[in-house]
């Protein structure tokens, strides 16, 4: 495995959200295709949008045409089901999951202990672009010289809210809270002067754990560390809990900010926020703001702010990979590694795709200058963005607050191991304190450690 080169990615640029092909352009030209051979292979995908945007999966469907056109030994069957862990880890188990994985950052530890992902180092360092790939997302990918995925897109955890709301309660929509005190404060007056939720929660599937992790990071807490030995325990049950827990019971119980609906997902959440429903949540903003869009939402109204501080000055960081199931034939590997090219990675860097890709997407009404934490290098981006620029349609100045403060908080990436399994672990503790006012937060934690610890034995380096 030859030598990658390391840059260091320390800002953020605008790129358009949904990535796609040169053959998305006016002149209709499919891009001609290296090729390696011409065996016959049928590969299964991921991540063909959701049915309801009806504009991405048309623009999706001529990205694959276009691409078996250029490629006419392969043929691309897409699935639009998201990755659950609870449901893929028997799919892959049973041998019955698709070819090429989309998944969070979070999976790749566990798939590659179990060999359930493909090493395709062999591939890879055939790729044009494969040294310009971020190092911080690449270190979870690569063992040893095995490579076993390749970003998509990357993310970290900001500030989502409603400008049009923040006006409502005379709070001025350019300057977003910066601390969790002042989330506290926003959220109460948002509250007491709308009558509208003043900051949205999520606790279900998983997320409520998610969202205890990355807050906790905010007050310089972590969620599990590794001993000498290799052994991995749980170090969640500390002051940074306890700081977000008792948060979390003021605003529910004492300021009545958070409003009722409590156990939802992340999905609810992002429906009651189109809708102009609540004030302020915390998720990663350029994730959200394409089903924003598509779910009829204002772009004036859209917000996007610094994740708030505990002190800590730091911020969860996780990302979106592409990894080749382990029971993938070699002519299946190299198509699904032919299609990340071709979708995921050409429209980011060739400046051609890049401008074509941009005017596709705008035409097709799809958000086009999302300010995105970018997956190669800061010089390559800067270019991308001058490509794209004349098709932005997104209001970029919207996401200033959220793109400055990136610049001086430290990336902290999610659970190393098991990391599902601990925010399964910790939903629980998150919903008794939303739903319970007598909740007690130390034996919370003290039995979410217990059952934490023992996910964690079966884990060691």
């Known amino acids: 495995m030859h030598q990658r080169t390391r840059r260091a990615l320390a800002a953020l640029a605008v790129v358009p959200v949904l990535a796609g092909v040169a053959a998305c352009s006016s002149s209709g030209d499919a891009p001609e295709s290296s090729g390696s051979g011409d065996e016959e ?73 179990r060999g359930q992902v493909a ?14 790939l971020n190092p911080r997302v690449m270190q979870f990918l690569e063992d040893d010289g095995a490579v076993y995925g390749i970003p998509e ?72 560390e590794q001993n000498s030995d290799g052994t991995w325990a749980a170090a969640f049950n500390d002051d940074a809990s306890r700081d977000v827990m008792e948060l979390w019971k003021a605003m529910r119980w004492e ?10 997902k992340q999905e609810d959440l992002v429906a009651e926020f189109t809708a102009g429903n609540v004030g302020m949540w915390v998720s990663a903003p350029p994730d959200v703001y394409p089903n924003y869009i598509a779910a009829g939402g204002d772009p004036a109204a859209f ?7 505990g002190g800590a000055d730091a911020t969860l960081a996780g990302a979106t990979v592409l990894m080749v199931s382990g029971t993938a034939t070699e002519a299946e590997k190299r198509a699904a590694v032919k299609w990340i090219e071709w979708r995921a990675l050409r429209p980011n860097y060739d400046l051609e795709v890049a401008a074509e890709t941009a005017k596709a997407s705008a035409a097709d009404g799809l958000p086009v200058g999302v300010p995105v934490a970018p997956i190669f290098s800061q010089e390559a981006y800067d270019a991308y963005r001058d490509a794209i620029a004349e098709y932005v349609n997104v209001p970029v100045e919207n996401f200033a607050p959220y793109v400055a403060s990136l610049e001086a908080f430290e990336y902290v990436p999610e659970p190393a191991v098991a990391s599902q399994e601990i ?36 884990y060691a380096s």
Not at 79 to 105: C, E, H, N, Q, Y
Not at 303 to 309: K, W
Not at 428 to 457: F, G, S, Y
């Open 41 to 113: 292979v049928t590969i299964s995908i991921m991540g063909k949008p959701a049915a309801t945007n009806t504009a991405a999966v048309e623009l999706f469907e001529r990205q694959v045409a276009a691409f078996e056109e250029a490629n006419p030994n392969i043929t691309i069957e897409a699935s639009d089901v998201p990755w659950d862990a609870k449901t893929f880890t028997t799919r892959l188990a049973g041998g019955s999951a698709p070819t090429l994985l989309r998944v969070p950052l979070t999976e790749p530890p566990a798939l590659i202990e």
């Open 153 to 224: 897109k990357s993310y970290a955890f900001g500030l989502v809210y409603n400008r049009d709301l923040f006006e409502q309660a005379g709070l001025d929509p350019d300057s977003p809270p910066e601390t969790w005190e002042e989330v506290r404060e926003y959220a109460k007056q948002i509250s007491d002067a709308t009558g509208k939720t003043g900051f949205g929660e999520i606790t279900t599937n998983n997320s409520g754990g998610w969202h205890l992790t990355g807050y906790g990071y905010t007050f310089g807490g972590r969620v599990i």
């Open 423 to 458: 925010y399964a672990a910790l939903d629980p503790v998150v919903q008794a304190v939303l739903t319970d006012p007598d909740a007690d937060i130390d034996a919370l934690l003290d039995d979410a450690e217990a059952r934490v610890n023992q996910i964690l034995a079966q």
């Open 303 to 309: 917000g996007a702010g610094p994740m708030p501080q």
């Open 119 to 132: 090493d395709i180092a062999d591939v890879a360092a055939e790729l044009e672009s494969f040294d310009d």
């Open 255 to 264: 300021d009545d900010s958070l409003g009722d609906n409590v156990l939802g």
